[in-house]
């Protein structure tokens, strides 16, 4: 139905896609899989008329195709939900679902709203999801908008005559087990009237969904196989060119911490979020916080790099106590925080690799009461080589970077502020399993030169395979603390028990 012919693409002389050639065949999941920086996003941005190949070709139904942009593709019945999402929240779902189609509703320059409310109403329909179209967007879940993505996607029904391919860039990575099953169970009912990309690195939910699965390599298709006669091992091991190791953690190097307490809560509360929270970390400590969604461990988290001012009980920083009121007030106490949204919160995507490295201490690259510009670069070039950074070079933009080495650069700045204490929140959300690997190194790493952290993480296994303490957290109070040393963890049904 669709195919991609000896496509090339290249950034800045760097070649991103080389001679990519799929098939997408009616009525069939197609997965995508690859290390970060692969090649998968260029290819399904290509696909979505966001970019233009440098050279080869697409055919649609046998007919050559040339997408000018996104318009174009859903001309074609080609439609993509975004991994970040596209959604504007102030707006309600049925505007979000015709955003850019409002014509079809308007006559005399006024919109007929309850015509394309119905016509939401419709489109949700198509998927089983029943949703309150008149609702602000911002008032629904992650897994909602996830919902209403897909039905945005299946208007390209009403201009199209043919069958539609729609393009599943990340769909998964923040949704809950049972928010998995839902879309799985709605993609697998559309099968019938549309094929679908699906880009995942949760190689077991990619083989669970889809018919065939395509691997890409530094910027080429490896591999194709069936999914019925590949396993997640054999997969992991053709994107990243090893086996996946029962040392994935690298427990191996996990050591005892040292004996200063570097951070202390005693009776820690935020109103609303937790209460009466105590626990010490030692230098060299990783510390993990596992719960649910409204446990309070994100909120924890934030009160820690002082996103979110304490209400009640004392923090001590080293053994003196401090009061955060602001994120600046724990930078100057050492302690940096690793966001969950890298891209939204932890870098400024349109700076260099060497302006968001230098942003934390911009005292490190000034002379003279201005930037020494080359002393910043040097400064990001030996981060890039330190930390093996796929770029070009540091005056790379960060939005042109591959999620694993955006996070690198995250993390460089927060050493290169002098950071003793470092809260990770969810480090690895959507890396593949190589850039999870190297990223786990890299905390190691953290851990022998002192540094203290505090985990918080997307699974139970991570949160256990790199923890020395564990500490479990539900209703905005601590259940449990397990210790978790290198050869004695603790298992899952343990933690989840406290949980829940």
Request: glycine residues 8%; proline residues 3%.
């Amino acid at each position: 139905m669709l195919s991609v012919n000896a496509i090339s693409k290249s950034f800045l002389g760097v070649k991103a896609l080389k001679d990519v050639s799929i098939e997408i065949r009616p009525n069939e999941v197609i997965g995508l899989i690859g290390e970060n920086g692969a090649g998968k996003s260029t290819l399904m941005r290509t696909l979505a008329g966001t970019l233009r190949p440098d050279s080869g070709t697409l055919t649609l139904d046998g007919e050559p195709l040339r997408l000018r942009g996104t318009r174009d593709a859903a001309l074609h019945g080609i439609g993509m939900v975004f991994q970040e999402q596209s959604l504007l929240l102030n707006m309600s779902v049925a505007e979000n679902i015709y955003l850019g189609q409002e014509d079809r509703f308007t006559r005399f320059g006024i919109v007929n709203w309850r015509a394309m409310r119905a016509a939401a109403r419709r489109q949700l329909a198509k998927i089983g999801v029943d949703i309150d179209v008149t609702t602000r967007t911002a008032e629904l879940s992650f897994a909602a908008r996830q919902m209403v993505e897909l039905a945005k996607a299946l208007t390209l029904e009403e201009s199209v005559s043919r069958q539609l391919v729609i393009l599943l860039d990340e769909p998964t990575s923040v949704l809950t087990a049972a928010d998995i099953e839902v879309l799985f169970d709605r993609v697998r009912a559309l099968k019938s009237r549309a094929s679908f990309v699906f880009v995942s690195h949760r190689l077991d939910e990619v083989l669970r969904i889809s018919d065939r699965v395509y691997t890409m390599k530094d910027g080429e298709v490896v591999a194709e196989h069936r999914a019925s006669d590949v396993t997640a091992p054999q997969l992991h091991e053709i994107m990243v060119g090893r086996g996946l190791q029962t040392e994935y953690y690298k427990e191996p190097r996990q050591k005892p911490p040292r004996p200063d307490v570097v951070l202390e809560a005693n009776g820690l509360g935020v109103k609303g979020a937790f209460h009466n929270l105590d626990f010490k970390i030692h230098a060299g400590e990783i510390l993990g916080i596992a719960g649910v969604v409204g446990s309070g461990r994100e909120e924890l988290s934030r009160t820690l790099g002082g996103f979110m001012p304490q209400s009640e009980g004392v923090l001590k920083v080293r053994g003196e106590e401090v009061r955060f009121t602001s994120p600046e007030q724990a930078v100057k106490k050492s302690i940096g925080y690793i966001p969950r949204e890298r891209r939204y919160e932890g870098l400024v995507m349109f700076l260099s690799i060497a302006e968001n490295i230098s942003l934390a201490d911009l005292s490190s690259v000034m002379r003279g009461g201005a930037i020494d510009y080359g002393k910043e670069r040097r400064l990001a070039a030996e981060w890039i080589r330190k930390l093996k950074i796929k770029a070009p070079g540091p005056d790379v933009a960060c939005r042109k970077l591959s999620g694993g080495n955006q996070q690198k650069v995250v993390l460089a700045r927060w050493m290169t502020a002098g950071s003793r204490i470092l809260i990770l929140d969810h480090p690895t959300r959507g890396l593949d399993v190589g850039a999870k690997e190297e990223v786990y190194e890299l905390v190691r790493d953290l851990c022998d030169q002192g540094i203290a952290i505090v985990l918080l993480s997307d699974t139970l296994e991570e949160t256990i395979g790199l923890s020395h303490r564990v500490l479990v957290m539900r209703d905005g109070a601590v259940t449990a603390h397990f210790d978790a040393a290198a050869g004695s963890k603790p298992d899952q049904v343990d933690l989840v028990r406290e949980m829940v």
